[in-house]
Every structure is written in C-alpha cells, then in structure tokens.
C-alpha cells in the first residue's frame, strides 16, 4: 500500500510538480520492480472490532435513510453509520474514525442474497445510497458467497441502481464467490472500490444477458482513484493528504468471468484506473457489446491541482495473463514511463485499442489471436472512429510491443495493424512487432499497415518489415509451433516469465453452492420481470407501409457526436444507429426521399432508449412541435407539409440528462398522412 505522507509545517504531496512544457518533461521510464498482488493476509476478529452479516434476504426497493444524499458530492452524515437492520433498505456503514486507515473496524457480509429495485430517488444522478452495499472508511470489508441481481426493465433510467457493491477509502478489500446480474448504473456498474488499500476480487461471475429478461448489464469491475481526472467527484481527503490512499491497490483479479452486456457506452468490463500494480489472471471476459473488455492503466492526466499546482502523471505496471477474451476490444491505457503486459492469454476477435503516451509502453507477448475478423492493433474505436491520441502524447518513447504472438484471420482483414487519422499521432511508428507467426485465411492479402495519416498500405510481409523494421523474424504460416523461441522476451518491472500455455488454467467463476442460489433467484427475479412485462406492455410496432423508414439505411447528412449501427432481433429492421450526444444542441441529420405529397405526422420509434432529456425534431429546417421527453418506446410530432422529393430530417438534444454525453436508439419512423 502506497499512502500520501504530508509534512506538519508545509504539507507538500511528492507528485506533484510545477507546469512544464513538453521539451521540458522527463519521461525516462523510471525503474520499478513489479509484485504481484496477493491475496490479503486478514486478522483475526479479536484484533478488529468486526460486524458479521450472514444467511439474510434482501429484497431493496429503497436506500438508507442513515446514508448520504441525495446527489454523489453531498455532505457525509457525522460520525459512525451503520444500517443493515431492514431487509429492503439498502445496507449503509461509515467509519467513525474518519477514514479507511485510522479505523479500526472491520466488515464480514456473507452467504446473503440482494435483489435491487429502486423506487424512490433522483434517478438522473450518481448516488451510492442506490447500492446494495455502500461501505464508506472501513479498516477492512469481505464480502463472500453473496448472490446480486438488480430488476432492471426496459425503459428504467440508467442510474436507477447505482451498483451492487460500492466501497471508497476502505484500507483493505476482499470480494470473493459472489453472483451479480441486471442493470446497474452506466458508469461501469456492479462492482466499485475507489481509493482503497489491497483488493482482491476472486472467483466472481458479472452476468449481462443470463435470462433474457435481463436486456441491459451497466458495467462490471471499476476499481480507481480520482486524482487527476477526478471522474467521481473531489478526491476523498483531498483536505488531508496524510489520510489519502494513493495509489489504489495493489489489485489483483482472479478466476471471473464477465460475459455478456448490451448497455450503452462507459460500461467496461474491468476499468481500472490510477491502481496498482495489478494483476488480472485466470479471467473469461467476453461479449461485451458496447465498450471495452478490460480498459486498464495508469492515468493520472494531470487535469486535478492541489494547491494550485498540477498533479503529475505517475508511470506503474500491470499485467493481464492466462485470460481469455472473446467478441470485443482491450482498450488499455499506460501513462509516464509505465507499462501493462498482456501474455499467455488467448483472443478470439477480440483486438487491442492502445492508449501509451509520455512514455509508457505496452507489451503484447505470446498471446493467441484467433478467429480475427478485423486488426489486431488500431487506434480507432471500433476500428472506424472515435477516440485518438491527441498531438503530442504518442512521443518520448512510447511503444507497443508485440513479440511472440500468433495471430489467425477468418478473411480479409482490411489491415492487422491500423494507425490514427491524427497526422501527429500515427500509430504504426510507436509499433514494435516481431517473433509473431501470421496464419491469414487462405487467398487473404497480407496487409500488414494501413497508416492513414501517410496514406501508406504494406500489402506483404517483406514490405511492412522494409517500411518499418517490424516483424524482421516473424513468419507466415498455419502453426502455432511455426516459431520456437530459444530466449523469453524481458519484460518491464523484472517480471518473471511463465510457463504455462496461453488461455486459462482453471475454472472461472463461483462454485456450484452459490451458483445454486444464483440459479434459484435468478429463475424467480426473472418469473417477476416476465409479470412486470405483461402488465406495462409496450404497444407493438404497426407494420410497415409507404412511409417507413428506417433509420439504420438513411444517409448522414449532418453529425454531431458519435454514431453507429447496431444489430437487434428486437428492432424492427434487425438493425438500429445508436447516437452518442456530446452537448444539448447537438443533432444529426438524415436525407429521405418520399413521393407523397401532403401533411403527416411523424412517428419517431426507439429501441431499449433508457437515457434522458429532450428531443426536438426538424423537417427541412422547420420545427415539428415540442420537444419529446425521453426515455420512450415511441416519440408523436404533429403534421408537417412535405412535397414530393428528398427531405431532411433533423434530430436534436435539448437538455441533457447524463453528461458528458447522452445515447439514443433510433429504431425507424413512419410518416403518417
């Protein structure tokens, strides 16, 4: 454990500095020796004041009125909290000592099942009183054979259920044998520890669609300190810096498995943030629809102050190994001098979005990429837009490494390795690639580079090896075995190498006892969601006539935010587009053409829309009625003058309800005379 220390006469916090340029930055890697996490040595209850919670039902339909609120920065309740008395209210404790590392308290929750449906609160904000667990200063927390399931229904808000499991400034965590399911908080959901001392989350099942009423998962695993980019709020003791845990962790995440999340952006399935070192190990991660499969790092972005200087960049290593992946990206981050290694894991069309800037670097060492439908590297989100390094981050040495690996293709991949649209920023420079064995599908051409910033294809091996150095040992063939390797690729931070073959090495996930329980309420949360559906039935779609359209095939002619397509047996064309709204006033456009001529109402169809805030709606640059208040199945405009010919209809964000940004399912509209 790594504790901010400030002195008595002038506190000072060590990482911090004055603003430098970037000429001015050291960025030399810095050395570091990593050691993995174990798991925590706990005393004994006789050492501790400890409170035991055991073999209890919860069925929460409201938070604790002992815990704070309503909003996430609101002021904590003075002194000692403890409320778990009644079975449907959410558990809340805080430390009476005033933080994780003076306490002397020390909580055991065990063999409980949590059923969550949240009836009352502010739904459009963050707030830890709608978890089912808040613990808030504890010395220590265990939490074992626990089983979680949130009633999350289409149409919910997305913050109705802030997580299952939400832990700040505790100086020692141990989650293990636990069950979670449903629709939590967008924000990367069931699982949150912030600022805390050594964690280890062992043996733990994040289930998205195990039933089919279960539509929506928000997120898995977010485990981070807010310094620097301070996604949740001031940092807790920023008043007090000798209180502080900084750097979160160690961390260490062991035999999960997390699979299967339709949520909306910002819903990774491991997030770990300005933590370490950590080790991912022995963990299936797939089917993760609409973000990362694990984002990992180190990223104090520099953007918080205390005492109006700048808090610095810290470089750390951690390592994901002995893991499978499957159907999504591992977007990982690595700061000032840092590193992660990925190694001895296995991805089946699952593909690395690098983020390595000031220095820090990434190795990709003898991993398996199977069944690879696109690039193996890029620096695009989902392989055609999205984020990118900006100027400047991709210098000082920072590089991904990829040595050892073999890398199989289903077809024609437009490129294994794609660089950045950022002329400043191009990717294919920062990569180190060699001792790889390529098995490409038969007749597929061997691109190897398609850097847009140059415009440059390499479409053979030699040509890539002659432009860029990469790859000068590497081989194209059908084995694994193509290539034996006499001496192991050194590693950052005096990493030992391993022996054991890629993929996992036992089993994921809780044991058949708790799975049993899982089993057994998950069979009656889902009884319930079926007897909800049938009593607040949505209306069907009508059948399509002359004037359906549907949004997925129109033409863009005018984007603000993000936007892509996506595939749904519940939409109406199989299809819908998904529009990511950075701002209020932000819109996107389509062309239409019709052949009617008249006046129409329009008929504006979502599709599992659970976001806020209002949308206006334009023809041809006029005004169609009011805006309509999200979230809802089907959004009415009155009638509109239309003429023979092409139109465009706009589509606008008034007022939003999540920042910074808000999503919506467009899924058609019909045109009604």
């Given at each position: ?8 006469a ?30 925590p ?19 929460i339909t ?57 009836q009352e ?23 074992r ?11 919910d ?55 089919a009423?279960?539509w ?66 022995n ?8 973000d ?15 005492q ?9 290593v ?89 890398i ?40 190897f580079?398609?850097?847009?910033a ?26 694994a ?14 990493i ?71 595939p ?10 998904l ?15 019709f ?6 109402s ?6 599992n ?13 006029q ?8 979230p ?13 010919g092409?139109?465009?209809?706009t ?18 509209f019909d045109?009604?005379?």
């Amino acid at each position: 454990m790594l504790v901010l220390r400030a002195g008595a006469a002038d506190p000072q916090l060590p990482h911090l500095h004055p603003p430098l340029s970037v000429e001015e930055r050291d960025n030399t890697p810095r050395p570091y020796t990593y050691v993995a996490p174990q798991p925590p040595d706990l005393p004994t209850e006789a050492e501790l004041e400890t409170v035991v919670i055991s073999n209890r039902n919860y069925e929460i339909t409201k938070a604790s009125p002992k815990s704070a609120g309503p909003g996430r920065n609101s002021p904590m309740p003075q002194g000692a909290v403890a409320a778990h008395e009644e079975l449907d209210e959410a558990l809340f404790f805080k430390s009476g000592a005033g933080s994780g590392l003076k306490s002397r308290e020390r909580l055991v929750i065990e063999n409980c099942t949590f059923t969550m449906d949240f009836q009352e609160g502010d739904f459009s904000r963050w707030d830890t009183r709608r978890s089912a667990i808040c613990v808030i200063g504890y010395r220590e927390v265990v939490i074992r054979n626990c089983v979680f399931i949130s009633k999350g229904r289409k149409g919910d808000p997305d913050r109705k259920t802030q997580s299952s499991i939400n832990l700040e400034d505790c100086a020692l965590v141990e989650i293990e044998d636990c069950y979670f399911e449903g629709m939590t908080n967008w924000m990367r959901g069931h699982v949150t520890v912030f600022y805390c001392g050594p964690t280890a989350i062992r043996r733990c099942e994040i289930a998205g669609q195990r039933q089919a009423n279960n539509w929506i998962s928000g997120g898995g695993i977010w485990v981070g300190n807010g310094i620097g980019e301070r996604k949740f709020g001031t940092p807790i003791h920023a008043d007090e810096p000798e209180l502080m845990i900084y750097p979160s962790g160690p961390l260490l995440v062991e035999d999960c498995w997390i699979h299967d999340q339709y949520g909306r952006l910002n819903t990774d399935a491991i997030y770990i943030q300005n933590a370490h070192p950590f080790l991912i190990r022995n963990s299936r991660i797939e089917n993760w629809k609409e973000d990362a499969l694990i984002d990992v790092g180190f990223r104090d972005s520099a953007q918080g102050k205390y005492q109006d200087k700048p808090l610095a960049n810290h470089g750390a290593v951690g390592v994901v190994e002995n893991c499978e992946f499957a159907d999504g990206h591992l977007k990982d981050s690595v700061g000032a001098g840092g590193g992660v290694v990925i190694r001895n894991s296995v991805m089946r069309n699952a593909w690395i979005w690098p983020y390595v800037f000031d220095g820090g670097s990434m190795w990709i060492v003898n991993n398996r990429f199977l069944d690879m439908e696109g690039v193996v590297v890029s620096g695009y989100e989902k392989e055609t837009g999205g984020w990118v390094p900006r100027e400047g981050m991709l210098i000082n040495g920072s590089k991904v490494h990829l040595y050892e690996n073999f890398i199989e293709t289903k077809g024609a991949p437009p490129a294994l390795y794609v660089s950045t649209p950022v002329p400043e920023s191009p990717l294919v420079g920062n990569i180190v690639a060699d001792r790889n064995v390529y098995a490409l599908a038969q007749g597929a051409p061997a691109l190897f580079a398609d850097d847009r910033a140059v415009k440059r294809q390499d479409a053979t091996l030699e040509d890539w090896r002659t432009a860029t150095g990469n790859d000068k040992d590497s081989v194209l063939a059908d084995s694994a075995d193509a290539l034996k390797s006499e001496n192991a690729v050194p590693l950052p931070g005096k990493i030992p190498p391993l022996d054991t073959k890629p993929g996992l090495t036992g089993p994921v996930g809780p044991g058949a006892g708790v799975m049993k329980v899982a089993q057994e309420l998950s069979a009656k949360v889902a009884k319930d969601q079926r007897a909800y559906a049938v009593e607040h039935a949505l209306p069907g779609l009508p059948p399509a006539g002359e004037g359906t359209f549907e949004l997925e095939d129109l033409e863009i002619a005018k984007l603000d935010g993000g936007e892509w397509i996506h595939p749904s047996k519940d939409a109406s064309g199989g299809k819908y587009r998904l529009w990511q709204a950075d701002a209020a006033g932000d819109a996107i456009s389509f062309r239409f053409p019709f052949d009617g001529a008249g006046a129409y109402s329009v008929k504006l169809y979502l599709i599992n829309q659970t976001a806020g805030g209002q949308l206006a709606l334009q023809i041809d640059g006029q005004e169609i009625g009011q805006p309509i208040a999200m979230p809802t199945r089907m959004a009415e405009f009155p009638a509109a003058s239309l003429s023979a010919g092409e139109h465009t209809l706009t589509l606008r964000l008034e007022g939003p309800a999540d920042t910074p940004k808000t999503t919506f399912r467009f899924d058609r509209f019909d045109l009604i005379p």
